[in-house]
């Protein structure tokens, strides 16, 4: 089992949809949650921290469940612009190690 | 601040050939990462370094990777010698903490044909 879990996709929405991902992480000593969000043949960029009581940037959501293991991000009002692949990041306690998910990859069509 | 700066963007060897890569962090930031991004296997951290120091490189695939960091504002990663299977996008990161978030710079595209 990977470390970390992500729902490859793609998903394929329509501008104005809102879309969800869930990611799962297996180590119950991650401490740290990220989203980052990476354009075709660029870095990844961070997006957004996620946080134990959840946080909102905009029209992203971002939530954690310590006891389900998972993190979720939630788009609302999609862009085109919004078409990316969106990476899950943890960090275990003490930050010695960093895994990324694979990625979820998202289109939204006009 | 230019951000984190990569050379090459792109790469081309031979199999067999030495290749390097290099990295200028954010200047301030005590944290350095590199990474390696494939289409099977997404994005690995290789290696990273506080202040200049390396501290855990448990994700250097075998002995043909090095890197090095001699000074806050300079690092490289070395492949010697290369294989096809090394061809990969390599970031170089760095941060000012170890738990907040990194700046990743543009990439090294190298392919080992």
């Known amino acids: 089992r990977k470390e970390v879990e992500q729902d490859p996709g793609p998903f394929n929405v329509p501008e104005g949809a809102t879309v969800a991902f869930n990611c799962t992480y297996s180590?119950?000593?991650?401490?740290?949650f990220f989203w980052y969000r990476q354009d075709c043949r660029k870095e990844p960029k961070l997006l957004m921290s996620?946080?134990?009581s959840g946080n909102e940037d905009g029209r992203f959501t971002a939530q954690l469940n310590r006891a389900s293991q998972y993190i979720s991000l939630l788009i609302r009002d999609s862009k085109l612009s919004d078409s990316a692949t969106y990476l899950c990041?943890?960090?275990?306690?003490?930050?010695?190690?960093?895994?990324f998910g694979a990625g979820t990859r998202l289109f939204v069509k006009a | 601040d230019a951000g984190v700066i990569q050379s090459p963007r792109h790469e081309v060897t031979e199999m067999g050939q030495e290749v390097t890569l290099r990295c200028k962090p954010i200047?301030?930031?005590?944290?350095l990462f590199w990474y390696r991004q494939t289409m099977m296997r997404g994005l690995e951290l290789l290696i990273y370094?506080?202040?200049?120091?390396?501290?855990?490189d448990s994700g250097m695939p075998e002995d043909r990777f090095s890197a090095k960091m001699p000074n806050a504002s300079f690092s490289t990663l070395k492949i010697q010698p290369s294989e096809p299977r090394d061809s990969a996008v390599y970031f170089c990161?760095?941060?000012?903490?170890?738990?907040?978030?990194?700046?990743f710079g543009q990439g090294t595209r190298l392919t080992v044909v």
């Open positions: 370094f506080n202040n200049n120091v390396p501290i855990d």
């Open positions: 990161a760095s941060s000012d903490r170890l738990n907040t978030e990194a700046f």
């Open positions: 990041v943890v960090k275990l306690t003490g930050g010695f190690k960093t895994i």
């Open positions: 180590n119950s000593a991650s401490q740290s």
């Open positions: 200047s301030g930031h005590d944290y």
């Open positions: 996620v946080y134990s």
